[in-house]
């Protein structure tokens, strides 16, 4: 830092290099079912054809992700032969070797060379006004610190075990990519993240309605509105040209040998229930909630019968039904995501606000497939915080919003590890990353971000904590009611998350001056 | 950003480190009969506990002193002792009488990890940070970075938190004492240099230095007068901290005896399997160890020992300054590790503490000298099976301390203090600088190509410690080249007070 000036990148390798250094040393941790489910997918691409892939059931973690994260895996195994041959027997089922452990962590942190490409071409595209001179305070070391380290990643990816940071990686160079307006190269790329991990189809409205009208439509009206004769084909077919020719290149394979059903009944099992075993701090978390309570209400009030004990936080996912309040069904999840973003996607429509506009857009979709979806990870909100991190050090509303979505998202992230030598490193990591992006963007814009009520939330975060691990263990209904711990995290998180994304929406409704430039 | 909140970060990046490497492995993890350093420890746990106090030091039918016997000073016990009652309210098997050895699980790997690092946040954590912000030169910024990278040491970190040690509390509180002496609290550094000194007797590696820059400092306020009463106060306060540490065992001369014999087990020879040091370096070419006999060996070590630590002392003696102090405290530590008796490869974290302060002064041959010492106990972290965590804290190291204190850049002869060496060599178109530069790349990568040797190519069969023996010689000539440069560097500093160089703040 002596050394450095602010307009060499040399912070740039200290940093991706300092956290690499960190997940190496996480090599070790405890990692989740998910590490089996990614064996097994190497066992399956490697040692099985093609034709069997998405038929292949020997293992209750069935390959459910598109076919490009197939041939990703099929790549990954040819290097995982040089470690150890046995992790690619299919039926070796739980088999973790030292070997193994190292090969897949190793692979985790290799592919997120990805992400820090797509950091440094983010950060590259960050604007910022004329002001100090002290590197830590600018926009784009911010950024670079907030995204390379943000917490969420470090412990999906290197602790419980995930690729986010390779998908991640994708998605933010896509929208690097249309904020420097190089769009098609940005269309290519989300292409190849659909078909990479389908969960992506839920922003893809708003890269639709955005590629469409900023892109294809190439001039506007003057008082904004779109010019319907400006409709430039070319654009148009060359933008449908690569989302089908990558498509193609995907499913190709297995359309032609009349896969194709098989494969869609793989990606999308809606056998899964409404929500995770840990439930994820959406709409339908306060809904349940609401039910179970209207229930006991009833049942007190005698207003109501014998009622099913319905266990909504088994540890297995199953379907089950609502007591008093109707049920949810699959469809019923997906008309009301998109019933939530309609009004977003609209806006863009009418009033596009360029790359930025666009941006914003994905932010709300990610967060209202959140808030709406069926069967939600609590991983899914890593989808909304990464893409506010680039908006929240270019505006300070933005700012805000992102210290109470990323705080509340990551502590709603702690039931992931739940063994007690864990715990040290989610403390120390989440006070790392709250710590640094309260300060940082703090002194970024000048005072104070947020006001009273929110900081008081956010201080009860830690209450919650307290209670459910020191004070609740030693209570007596530990035993009678094991679930409750997990039903008060989720529940009070939902209630922050439910405001971040009202403060988002808001913000991407309200009409600006004038319609900003591509 | 504001000081507080970087310090904050840096200080949780450093324990954060801290706890990852001890997801690792531990010494005898899995190993019996006899496991290793975990289980010594949490078999004075066991004994002290169980055991009264008078039984502690001694060979009884309840305390095999075979079988890891006590042999650190009372305040390890002590300290075994609170962890044990600590231990058996969680769960008493861990220090059961007899049943509990070779316990392990991971709720109690759990439990003993967390032992450290409590003892870590509050003894050592705490001295740096004082440390680099009272008694250190530069912005503010620059005493952040110097907190970093200080505890980003890989030895200390591997030791303690990998083969498993409480080198956090011995070292903390030699801090403690340094951070008294510099701030001119004399009774209160004296206080707790005695009480490191009674947590691991290796401290009187340390002690030289602290008698001759308090002697040195009574004689500049004149023995007539205040000197003297300062020399009393000192005294006293040693003498009754002693007295308060040993006082169980002050009711009989025998059990004072018998704890000496523990502590200082001068049967055992000239040294013990692959150190860095001369005597082990010698015995490749002279088998000095079959040569000479016990008594010589003894008294051999002991001469030579004394010789390289005379000069500095002396200078310490005439001119008793913080900066003399800490060079003294370098150069004390490192001959008696080169040249003492009975001495492990793990004392060379005596002179790192040192060399740790310096870290702020003489960047680059304090990180040269860091390196060394980690890399010196590589064939340790091999048998604990923390290759992975060397390997990723030691690049961690060089690449942070080189980056954030711009050790390269500050590498001028000048900034070497190495115009004496010039004087002495009469070379005058060499720019040693540049020297020393190259000659610390080559260094480093030697160091990272025997490490990755050492862990990926089996030894030839005749030759089947030749890794090991490699490392130790390597790091012994780095040692002993260090040694020589600390020496230079504090005996050739002239008489006259030191002027603050405007050109190292930033």
């Known amino acids: 830092m002596a050394a450095s000036t602010a307009d060499s990148w040399s912070w740039f390798p200290a940093l991706a290099l300092g956290v690499s250094f960190l997940k190496c040393l996480m090599i070790n941790s405890y990692h989740s079912t998910d590490f089996e489910v990614h064996r097994n997918w190497l066992a399956i691409t490697h040692s099985l054809p093609v034709s069997k892939w998405y038929h292949e059931s020997t293992s209750e973690w069935t390959l459910d992700y598109p076919p490009l994260f197939a041939w990703f895996e099929y790549g990954l195994s040819h290097v995982a032969q040089h470690f150890d041959k046995k992790m690619l027997v299919v039926q070796n089922l739980g088999y973790a070797s030292p070997a193994t452990v190292l090969f897949q962590r190793l692979s985790v942190i290799a592919t997120d060379v990805v992400f820090i490409y797509a950091v440094r071409e983010c950060c590259r595209s960050v604007r910022e006004e004329k002001g100090s001179k002290d590197l830590l305070v600018r926009p784009y070391f911010i950024l670079a610190a907030l995204l390379l380290w943000n917490y969420g990643l470090l412990i999906v990816d290197h602790i419980h075990f995930q690729y986010n940071g390779f998908l991640c990686g994708i998605l933010l160079l896509s929208v690097a990519r249309h904020l420097q307006g190089r769009h098609l190269e940005g269309a290519f790329l989300f292409a190849v993240l659909l078909n990479l991990k389908h969960i992506y189809l839920y922003i893809a409205p708003a890269y639709g309605i955005f590629l469409l009208r900023s892109y294809c439509f190439t001039k506007d009206n003057t008082d904004g509105s779109v010019r319907w004769s400006s409709l430039s084909l070319v654009r148009l077919i060359a933008l449908g040209s690569i989302v089908i020719s990558v498509c193609a290149l995907s499913f190709g394979p297995f359309i032609a040998m009349g896969q194709l059903p098989q494969v869609l009944s793989r990606l999308f099992p809606f056998k899964r229930g409404l929500c995770h075993a840990y439930w994820a701090p959406n709409i339908w978390a306060l809904y349940n909630v609401v039910d179970k309570a209207l229930s006991v209400l009833g049942l007190r009030l005698k207003l109501l019968a014998n009622l099913p004990k319905a266990s909504m936080t088994g540890g297995l996912v199953q379907e089950f039904q609502h007591s008093v309040l109707p049920s949810v069904s699959p469809s019923a999840t997906l008309i009301c995501t998109l019933v939530s973003i309609l009004p977003a996607v609209l806006s863009i429509w009418r009033c596009p606000r360029g790359a930025r506009g666009f941006l914003r857009c994905l932010v709300v979709c990610a967060l209202c497939s959140f808030m709406f979806g069926w069967h939600v990870h609590e991983k899914a909100i890593l989808m909304a915080i990464l893409p506010l991190s680039v908006l929240a050090v270019e505006s300070r509303e933005d700012a805000g919003i992102f210290l109470m979505l990323a705080t509340t998202g990551h502590y709603s992230l702690f039931p992931l590890l739940f063994t007690a030598t864990e715990m040290p490193t989610k403390v120390l990591l989440i006070l790392l990353f709250t710590l640094y992006s309260f300060t940082s963007l703090k002194k970024l814009f000048r005072g104070f971000l947020l006001n009273t009520l929110e900081v008081t939330y956010l201080l009860g975060l830690i209450a919650v904590e307290i209670i459910c691990e020191v004070v609740y263990p030693l209570l007596p209904w530990k035993q009678t009611l094991p679930f409750v711990t997990l039903l008060a995290k989720s529940v009070y998180c939902s209630l922050g998350v439910s405001y971040s994304f009202i403060r988002l929406y808001l913000s991407i409704l309200r009409p600006t001056d004038k319609p900003k430039e591509l | ?506």
């Open chain 2, 1 to 506: 950003m504001d000081t507080w909140s970087l310090l904050s970060i840096c200080v949780l990046l450093g324990l954060t480190t801290r706890w990852a490497v001890s997801l690792n492995s531990y010494s005898g993890a899995g190993k019996p009969p006899m496991f290793g350093d975990y289980e010594a420890q949490r078999h004075w746990q066991e004994i002290t506990y169980n055991l009264p106090v008078h039984e502690w030091y001694f060979n009884t039918t309840d305390n095999n002193l075979n079988y890891w016997g006590l042999d650190y000073p009372p305040l390890t016990a002590y300290h075994s002792l609170l962890c044990g009652h600590v231990a058996s309210l969680i769960n008493p098997d861990w220090v059961e009488l007899h049943t509990s050895q070779g316990f392990e699980s991971s709720a109690h790997k759990l439990f003993m990890r967390a032992t450290v690092l409590i003892a870590d946040l509050l003894m050592y954590v705490p001295a740096v940070v004082l440390y680099c912000f009272y008694l250190s030169e530069g912005s503010n910024r620059k005493k952040v970075c110097l907190v970093l990278c200080i505890l980003l040491y890989p030895g200390l970190i591997l030791i303690d938190y990998g083969h498993f040690q409480y080198n956090s509390i011995s070292l903390g509180l030699a801090l403690w004492g340094v951070l008294g002496l510099g701030l001119g609290w004399d009774m209160l550094g004296s206080l707790a240099f005695v009480l490191a000194v009674n947590y691991k007797q290796m401290e009187l590696y340390h002690s030289l230095p602290f008698f001759c820059y308090l002697l040195g400092k009574c004689f500049k306020q004149g023995m007539a007068g205040r000197g003297l009463f300062l020399l009393v106060k000192i005294a006293v306060t040693v003498l009754v901290t002693f007295t308060l540490c040993w006082l169980p065992f002050l009711t009989d001369p025998g059990q004072v005896l018998q704890v000496l014999h523990r502590l200082f087990p001068v049967g055992r020879g000239l040294f013990e399997d692959k150190v860095a040091n001369t005597w082990c370096s010698l015995n490749v070419l002279i088998k000095i160890k079959t040569i000479l006999s016990t008594d010589t060996q003894l008294y051999l070590s002991l001469a030579a020992t004394l010789l390289a630590a005379l000069p500095s002392s002396i200078k310490l003696l005439t001119k008793p300054t913080l900066w003399q102090f800490k060079l003294a405290l370098v150069n004390s530590s490192l001959a008696f590790f080169l040249f003492s008796f009975q001495v492990h490869e793990k004392s060379i974290l005596l002179p790192a503490l040192p060399v740790c302060l310096l870290l702020g002064d003489l960047p680059l041959p304090a990180v040269w000298f860091l390196q060394a010492s980690t890399f010196s106990m590589l064939p340790l972290f091999l048998k604990d099976g923390l290759f992975v965590p060397y390997a990723v804290t030691s690049s961690a190291f060089v690449f942070y301390s080189v980056y954030l204190l711009s050790a390269l850049e500050h590498s001028s002869e000048e900034e070497l203090r190495l115009r004496p060496v010039r004087r002495l060599v009469c070379l005058p178109r060499v720019d040693l600088g540049r020297i020393a530069r190259w000659t610390f790349y080559l260094s480093v990568a030697a160091m990272a190509g025997l490490s990755f040797m050492s862990v990926a190519l089996a030894p030839p069969a005749r030759l089947p410690d030749l890794f090991p023996l490699l490392v130790s010689v390597f790091s012994f000539l780095h040692f002993l080249g260090l040694l020589l440069y600390f020496n230079v560097v504090q005996i050739a500093e002239p008489p006259s007070p030191r002027r603050k160089n405007p050109k190292k703040t930033e």
